[in-house]
């Protein structure tokens, strides 16, 4: 149907599909219509410095940086409030995951379980 150029490499990662949108991240965070490829937003020039790979959750896009994890509205691309979660101690959330209620973080040294109270528990 469409393809986009990424011969400059922005994207390196598929976050998911929801209600008609295709959600990438990278270098950018980007939203385009399944249907015909066109951008419907990308990262504004405020945006963070994304880091590893993030998720879909519901209406939301969890996204990991240097410096935390942000929140993105799906339909816009602006950074809502906040995530509510707490960057990691020692380095990054690195590839994050849903799995029901509980949020895993995988980094080059650990795997990071959170659960609806935010609380966190390590297995290394």
Same mark, same amino acid.
């Given at each position: 149907?469409?393809?986009?150029?990424?011969?400059?490499?922005?994207?390196?990662? !598929? !976050?998911?599909?929801?209600?008609?949108?295709?959600? !990438?991240? =990278?270098?950018?965070?980007?939203?385009?219509?399944?249907?015909?490829?066109?951008?419907?937003?990308?990262?504004?020039?405020?945006?963070?410095?994304?880091?590893?790979? =993030?998720?879909?959750?519901?209406?939301?896009?969890?996204?990991?940086?240097?410096?935390?994890?942000?929140?993105?509205?799906?339909?816009? =691309?602006?950074? &809502?409030?906040?995530?509510?979660?707490?960057?990691?101690?020692?380095?990054?959330? =690195?590839?994050? &995951?849903?799995?029901?209620?509980?949020? &895993?973080?995988?980094?080059?040294?650990?795997?990071?379980?959170?659960?609806?109270?935010?609380?966190?528990?390590?297995?290394?």
């Amino acid at each position: 149907l469409w393809t986009l150029d990424n011969s400059r490499r922005e994207y390196a990662c !598929l !976050l998911g599909a929801w209600d008609g949108a295709v959600y !990438l991240s =990278g270098e950018k965070c980007a939203a385009f219509a399944c249907a015909d490829g066109r951008p419907l937003w990308r990262n504004r020039p405020d945006a963070p410095d994304f880091y590893g790979r =993030g998720a879909l959750a519901g209406k939301t896009l969890l996204v990991p940086a240097r410096d935390g994890l942000y929140a993105l509205d799906t339909v816009t =691309g602006v950074r &809502l409030r906040g995530s509510g979660i707490e960057k990691p101690s020692a380095g990054y959330f =690195g590839t994050i &995951l849903f799995y029901g209620d509980r949020m &895993l973080a995988v980094s080059q040294d650990r795997i990071t379980i959170y659960n609806r109270a935010k609380q966190a528990s390590d297995n290394r």
